[in-house]
Each structure stands twice: as C-alpha cells, then as structure tokens.
C-alpha cells in the first residue's frame, strides 16, 4: 500500500476529551462498536509495521506490547494479521485475566500459534529482544499521569532494545492532549494515530518522542464530526493511512 500524503488538508487535532466523544456517539449514536474500531485499527497498524519494514513481513520477527485496554486490544488484531502474513509475532501482556474486548481479542490468540509471554516474562523477552519491530500498544489517549509498574518496566525495555518501534495512537508515556513527555515515555521511530491527530503529538516537546507521524482510518464518518463543530475534510479518499507533516512550532499539521 502507498502511503499517501496529507497536503493541503487542513487536517484538524483533538483532545483526549474529544475523542472520548467521538468513540462514544460512534457506538451510541452511530451503532459502530469498539471491537469494528479495533479491528480497523489494528489491521491498520499491521499494514504500517509492513511498510515500515520495506513491504513485506514475511520472516520477520515482531513483537507487541500490548496493555490491558483497548489500545492492547488493537495491538492485538495487529498481531493476528502479522502471523497471517508470514511475520513471527509474540504478543507481551501484563496478565492473562484481561477484560471486555482485550479479553475477547486475547481468547482468539490463544488459538493461533503465536508467541506470548505474560508479566515478567514479557519484560525479560523484551529486554533481550533483538527482532525487526515492536508495536507499542501499551497505553491508548487516556493515559492520566506517569506510567508505572509493569508498563514502566516495559518502556523501558523497548527503549532499550534496537528495533523499530511504531506506537499506535499516541506513544506511551505522552499527554494526548497537553503533549507533556512524561517519564518513562516510548521513543518512537513512528506513530499511528487513529481517526484524527491528537493534540499533545503536535506539540514542540513531543517531536522527540513520536518519530514520523501517520494517520489511520477507523470508520468515523464526518457527519459525526460536523456534529461536534469539527470539520474534517476528506481524508482517506486514496488510502486507509496517510502520513502527515508536522509544524511543532504551530502545533498542527501542514
């Protein structure tokens, strides 16, 4: 797939409050559930991974970091159309008893023969991994203050490892909405951010941290945004992700 280039959009961002709207008029209003957003976000973020890595996944050796809402859930779908594609996948989650859809993309999982380790485990591969890629799926928008525990842990692991390493939405460890790079904090080669950019990845003190910056199409459509006093226009009239040019001076998208 080609990546398409977002120019002369006037592509608008939003806050972590926003999104929240828009997920939930997307399964109120609009009868779109979380698991169909998922799953666009996570084949999404599978088809980013391949092109990252020249096209092809075949032989390749991937790991995902996934946390336990439903940015863990989207790294989820990620990894089962990987393993589809020809890629070695081991998925690293804090604990095997998840909730909601995590749960239910954890379930199919444990039906294909794709690698897992839970906990310490997972912090151990990690620091020894030395593969093509690691998807960051560990915390979503919402993030609320410092990672710690076991999402520290596992920061810190793939920041040490030397792999590209793709964030999906917003690299963990980073306000969405205000752009504070809190500490531990994911230091991306590239982030995939769904639906519309988040405000904080905009930011001058976030450049560092989300690496090349690319936009995902999760199903909203704009009549939900019009809704909202958004306008957004056309977007991914030729691609499901497009990548985007930053000016961190004036916080948007040129």
């Not at 939930?24 to 991974?49: F, T």
């Not at 997972?122 to 609320?144: N, P």
């Not at 390493?165 to 230091?187: M, N, R």
């Amino acid at each position: 797939m080609n990546q398409g280039i977002a120019e002369s959009l006037r592509i608008p961002s939003v806050t972590a409050e926003q999104m929240r709207e828009v997920d939930r008029l997307m399964v109120e209003k609009y009868g779109v559930q979380i698991v169909q957003m998922m799953e666009n976000a996570g084949r999404n973020l599978a088809s980013l991974i391949r092109i990252r890595l020249g096209g092809s996944v075949a032989g390749m050796d991937v790991a995902i970091a996934a946390g336990g809402g439903n940015n863990g859930g989207g790294g989820m779908v990620a990894a089962r159309h990987l393993y589809n594609w020809g890629a070695k996948v081991t998925v690293l989650v804090k604990t095997d008893d998840l909730s909601g859809i995590p749960q239910l993309q954890w379930k199919i999982l444990k039906r294909f023969p794709i690698g897992k380790k839970i906990g310490s485990k997972a912090v151990e591969f990690l620091e020894d991994f030395s593969g093509d890629a690691t998807a960051d799926c560990l915390i979503g928008y919402g993030l609320r203050g410092p990672p710690r525990g076991w999402t520290s842990e596992m920061i810190n692991a793939v920041n040490k490892n030397n792999t590209e390493v793709i964030s999906l939405d917003v690299p963990s460890g980073l306000d969405s909405t205000t752009g504070e790079v809190h500490v531990p904090c994911i230091e991306s080669a590239a982030t995939l951010t769904l639906a519309l950019p988040k405000k904080g990845l905009l930011k001058a003190e976030a450049k560092k941290i989300v690496g090349s910056l690319f936009l995902a199409d999760i199903g909203v459509p704009d009549v939900l945004y019009r809704g909202m006093g958004i306008e957004v226009p056309q977007i991914f009239n030729s691609n499901e992700i497009i990548s985007l040019d930053v000016d961190y001076e004036g916080g948007r998208i040129t």
